[in-house]
């Protein structure tokens, strides 16, 4: 009688070695090295201006332990929307948003933001998100962009304060003067004066319906009074305007109580 052998083969497949390789959940970082024209960094916060019709540069380093993939920025304005009801051209609320592609460990890039000649004044944004080739995004860096353009925003002189107050004092703001190359119509005035702590303590509008048609505004005899037990520091007075196409302008003025 014949035997029969059965000879069993265990096939032992290796698994692939990245199914024991630990989930990359370590997220990117994104450090500014410098702006043109360049930044201020005030409370962790960066700060910058710009003309329009100008570029903006931003040079940056983006890190990760394993494997960068991209860089998205993304530039808004951060002011109130305006309409026009009057029929004029209206002014380029200016944005950019575009991905660069990342490779690497680590990357520097310098982006050149051009700005258009017809961007409307004020107050932008520029955020910077970073992510990696595992999905993880970076803490997102954010640029306070001002953008100025002189022909077109209106201007704010006469913000004559004293340097130094003292407690129940009645200051007075005369000779302020607002004005704009073409009108404020469906624009808005804004005077506000606030303790070290950045409380209101007074404030004075000027609204739409008082701007009809006007190019200059003079303020006149308005006072705001110190309180008799307010707290040594710096104080502050603002002045917010935005014209007829929305252009924003602004100006401020310090005064210490010792």
Not at 148 to 168: D, K, R, W, Y
Not at 209 to 220: M, Y
Not at 233 to 257: C, F, P, Q, T
Request: glycine letters at 6%; hydrophobic letters at 40%; one cysteine or more.
């Amino acid at each position: 009688m014949k035997k029969l052998i059965i000879i069993s083969v265990i096939v032992v497949f290796a698994c692939g070695k990245d199914e024991n390789k630990p989930a990359d959940t370590t997220k990117p970082t994104t450090k500014l090295l410098f702006t043109s024209p360049a930044y201020e960094e005030h409370d962790n916060e960066y700060h910058a201006d710009v003309e329009a019709g100008n570029t903006f540069t931003i040079n940056v380093k983006i890190s990760d332990n394993q494997q960068l993939k991209q860089l998205k920025i993304d530039a808004h304005h951060n002011f109130d929307d305006h309409t026009h009801a009057h029929g004029r051209a209206e002014l380029t609320k200016w944005t950019f948003n575009k991905i660069y592609e990342l490779a690497g460990t680590e990357q520097t890039i310098s982006p050149v933001l051009t700005i258009p000649t017809d961007a409307v004044a004020g107050p932008y944004h520029i955020d910077m998100h970073a992510l990696d080739a595992s999905g993880n995004e970076a803490d997102f860096v954010e640029i306070a962009l001002y953008i100025s353009n002189i022909p077109e925003q209106a201007s704010v002189t006469g913000l004559n304060v004293p340097a130094v107050i003292t407690n129940g004092q009645v200051i007075t703001l005369s000779g302020l003067t607002i004005a704009d190359n073409k009108d404020l119509t469906g624009g808005k005035i804004e005077i506000l004066f606030e303790d070290p702590n950045h409380k209101a303590i007074a404030d004075k509008d000027i609204e739409s319906a008082d701007l009809k048609g006007v190019k200059s505004v003079v303020v006149q005899n308005f006072t705001f009074t110190v309180p008799a037990n307010a707290a040594s520091g710096i104080y502050h007075i603002y002045v917010w305007v935005k014209d007829a196409d929305g252009n924003i302008s602004d100006a401020e003025a310090e005064m210490r109580l010792n």
